[in-house]
Nanobody, 125 residues
Framework: QVQFEESGGGLAQPGGSLRLACVPS????????IGWFRRAPGKEREVVSC????????YFSDSVKGRFAISRDIAKNTVTLHMNSLKLEDTATYYC??????????????????WGKGTLVTVSS
């Protein structure tokens, strides 16, 4: 069972930037699609961005498209979510997860056996 550790959250002003890091407990990136999810207060967890196992395809939800980017560093076993032009509605706890399902772009939430503690992003003026 792969565990995930998320970091990099904090307080940012609207229009600001943050960079979140996701580190799996073992090296899985060459055969797992990795996804970032978030849960805002009072809302269900939703997918934000994903990167495929071969790194050639990415996904962004409509709410973050054009503002967020995703990258991975296999040597460092890290997937980074680059958050720019932050909005108040980006306030949430951010989590990451993975799937080994062939040709997957994003993990489905039901595929993630164990969620990490997440990292809290607060966007406030």
């Amino acid at each position: 069972q792969v565990q995930f550790e998320e970091s990099g959250g904090g307080l940012a002003q609207p229009g600001g930037s943050l960079r979140l890091a996701c580190v799996p407990s073992r090296a899985i990136m060459d055969d797992h699609a990795i996804g970032w999810f978030r849960r805002a207060p009072g809302k269900e967890r939703e997918v934000v961005s994903c990167i495929t196992a071969d790194g050639t395809h990415t996904y962004f939800s409509d709410s973050v498209k054009g503002r967020f980017a995703i990258s991975r560093d296999i040597a460092k076993n890290t997937v980074t979510l680059h958050m720019n032009s932050l909005k108040l509605e980006d306030t949430a706890t951010y989590y990451c997860g993975a799937t080994r399902r062939p040709d997957a772009v994003c993990p489905q939430q039901w595929e993630i056996d164990s969620w990490g503690k997440g990292t809290l992003v607060t966007v406030s003026s």
